[in-house]
């Protein structure tokens, strides 16, 4: 499994991209040089790059690098070993370049999300016949080692669920219109403008990314093939200050989560991944964690529960992941990519739509007028839907006023109807706002 | 690096000792037998055993394994290609062991902290030259894997510190102390009831434990050679009641930490390693870790903060680690003990000690009469210690009374020599209580 080249002396990198992350791995490859080069049997040398444009500044000695225009033509480099994927997408040249690595028989390290939540189970397969490492730490929860703990550290177990806080700016967002009580648009528009949330915010705050990184960590802690379409996304945009309030009051805090689940009853195996805004225990760790941070927690047979925390995105971070992966390339240690052979990746069917079962937390917007409260409790009973508890305040005939329920365990398909008979109801003036609460510790 | 066995088709484990950890191992071989055959080339298979007691029920088959009465007869067992040591002691059978299995060219995988605190760069040396693994992911916080992140995952950092919560019996004590407000004696006699606590109690509550635990994690941090005899070790038996209260006071916690910062200037490296109670914000992530649970903070200077959060003890996260390391070894992946090879391993010396800087709490007891307070912030003033803060409450002349005091930025000298004084003070009627506050985030 050693890393051979021409020269027997460096493993030879060549990287696709140089926007912060790949900019970030060339100033980490030479600031760290002398770890480096104690902890590697030979030196990690970048010999080519390619890039969009040639005389942007980057505040990076590139001089010594050849330049490729065309980042596939990295692949068929002659002194290229690796190929180091930070152009993003999830087809176009980054695909074109890691399918011709791969042929070419060239190591891959990508923090490409997208890409391996399309392609990720035919992309590993490739990988694994040509003999060579298809690795993608970054790509998921940034510097932390989540891929490496949960394919190595904690592959012993017979993993239960994982979730996890997977998009810092999500996280940051809900962080602060928690500390100031803004509503969403505001601090979008302010995040936006501190760098922390793209121009086209989508991706992040309506949980693309999140789905993304969970179909991956699905696929490492079940042993199954890469899902994407299988998971049920929402985001923050329906998130309001009102929510969070009473999230406060209710003892939560809410969070952006994405998490997956091994239902399975004998024969019948069903995988249940969901990513959306959700009510969690103002005592749970993972309620603790706030800012850009990421956490992912995963439950083990025998270990019980991990949890791992950290810098979920920015320069450091994923140039520090992607030159793990690149140390475990010089290092000898390659594994199949998704941990299991992929000939041995399991096609789970994914949960139906509205099996998920548990408390809910469902924000009505009403005119209060006598009988109003008894005509939605009413709607509650006739699903069958029992509540935990309800908050009505400010209270002023007439008056538009939020009531809130929380509900004991209820399946989704139940609360939809709910929620499908409270819009017919005349004096509920907006579509109710729902939530799953979740009980983790 | 593959494992040689002469069958070709297993990976075959003896196990010396089967006591909680062993037997767990060979329950998890057993149970998750399916994921490990998914996820190794090749399966698992424990061939032999070895304990004092071949009688007692242990509510596993072991009738299908060789039994060993001398558990150093395991490394010279034909159908062992790995052995497992989880007899324990740094030093009788399981060292002779160990060596002897490096001896005869077989892989070791330990959970034993206090052999490698004591002998661990020597083992790692003997195991490199016969090109066999010594792997010992269970012998720190359990079922973390953090060996396995710091070695590998977050090896493409210059690590800054580490520091953790390395004892889950002291844990256990300082969070029921908090939550029950009783003393330390009494809670450690219920842990002990409870098995949280051995009946020999001092490796756990004087921090013996806790440092052989941060000795190894230093090593592998900052690439140096082990350094058990420089750490400064105190445990939990000072920590009163009071002192809980205190700390809520102040918007602290108390916890039992181990410590570990590389202090480089220049040409002078010193490794400052401390195992001790100390003050944490009561908002710090780490503040939060209670109970049994671990956690192992790490600083890179590229992924940042890290944080790694799991159960420290017990035989299904014991297990866990035990059988990721032998997974490891069957996929071939072998690196050298400590990350970097043993000889490239630094001998980086000991901070002196009294050099640490930091506030400090400082709790004396004195008898209330007027002058006392003078007389006490006098001996600060005069050792230049710039006082935070000072609490003195419930008075009336005669009584003894605590006075708290917390320090702005002080040496660990400075501090003992106020101590000194202030044991000199008639009016001070016990040794004052000190404690370092640490301002982690």
Sequence with gaps: MAVENASGRALRVGIAGLGTVGVGVVRLLAENRDILLQ????????TAVSAR???????????????????VALADHPKVDVVVEVIGGSGGAAKALIERAIAKGKHVVTANKALLAEHGTALARSAEQAGVALAYEAA???????????????????????????????????????????????????AQQLGYAEADPSFDVDGIDAAHK?????????GCEVDFAGIKISGI????????EYASELGYRIKLLG???LIDQGAERRIEQRVHACMVPQNALIAKVDGVYNAVVTQGNFVGQNVAIGRGAGQGPTASAVVSDLMDIARGRILPAFSAPADTLKKIPAAPEGSHVGPFYIRTMVVDRPGVIAEVAAIMRDENVSLESMIQRARSPGDRVPVVFTTHETSQAQVSRVVQKLGKVSAVVEPPHVMSIEQLS
Tied chains: 1, 2.
């Design 39 to 46: 902890h590697c049997p030979w030196p990690i040398e970048v």
């Design 237 to 244: 945009r329906n998130v309001s200050a009102m929510d969070i």
């Design 259 to 261: 998490l997956s689940r």
């Design 214 to 222: 969970l179909s991956i960590l699905t696929a490492v802690a079940f």
């Design 53 to 71: 444009d040639r005389r942007k500044n980057r505040d990076v000695d590139l001089s010594k690098f050849d330049w490729c225009d065309d980042p």
């Design 140 to 190: 998921v929860a940034g510097g932390i080692p989540i891929i490496k703990s949960m394919r190595e550290g904690l592959a012993a177990n017979r993993i239960e669920h994982v979730y996890g806080i997977l998009n810092g700016t999500c996280n940051y967002i809900l962080t602060q219109m928690r500390e100031t009580g803004r509503e969403f648009a505001d601090v979008l528009a302010e």
